[in-house]
């Protein structure tokens, strides 16, 4: 499993070392943003731009960054009701940083962030944020990828 950061998560992270694999379809994306002075963060696979948002995220969480990520991304697929492997490994142990690849993605996850601020701003903060409609919202908001596409339909299909 590959994941691409952007040069703020990989500051945070600080790995001892980037992989240099070509970019990939299964490749996921993430982000570190802050809200309300909160650490949060965006990770969103790059085929289907299914999107995995997580609030008031902590420092130690991030030190065990495989576990972490994996286990949050199996969460969010199976809360969908979808297979375990439909965006490819999601192997802890085989997890490995890059820097990101895609400006089209990235495009993409700023739209996200973006909406993702705006609706914790409109709930009274993060505190405050319903996580799981967020996230819900994100994966059925359409996307023009060469045509309208919902993250949550495109996952289903793979």
Same mark, same amino acid.
């Given at each position: 499993?590959?994941? %691409? ?9 600080? !790995?001892? /070392? ?32 299914? &999107? ?7 420092? !130690? ?18 809360? /969908? ?11 802890? %142990?085989?997890?490995?940083?890059? %820097?990101?690849? &895609?400006? &089209?993605? #990235? ?10 601020? @705006?609706?914790?701003? =409109?709930?009274?903060?993060?505190? @405050? ?8 919202? #994100? ?13 949550? /339909?495109?996952?289903? =299909?793979?």
């Amino acid at each position: 499993m590959i994941v %691409r950061c952007t040069a703020r998560l990989l500051k945070l992270l600080a !790995p001892d /070392e980037l992989t240099d694999a070509k970019p990939a379809p299964d490749d996921w994306y993430a982000n570190l943003m802050w809200i309300d002075r909160r650490k949060c963060l965006l990770v969103v696979h790059a085929d289907t731009l299914f &999107s995995v948002f997580v609030a008031d995220v902590r420092k !130690p969480q991030l030190s065990t960054f495989g576990d972490y990520l994996a286990g949050t991304i199996a969460t969010a697929i199976a809360d /969908e009701g979808l297979a375990s492997d439909c965006l490819g490994p999601l192997d802890p %142990r085989q997890v490995l940083v890059a %820097r990101t690849a &895609s400006r &089209s993605v #990235l495009g993409f996850m700023n739209d996200m962030a973006s909406m993702s601020a @705006h609706v914790a701003t =409109q709930s009274g903060g993060v505190t @405050h944020l319903d996580v799981e409609r967020l996230n819900a919202f #994100l994966r059925r908001t359409p996307y023009d990828c060469g045509g309208f596409v919902r993250p949550i /339909e495109a996952a289903r =299909q793979r």
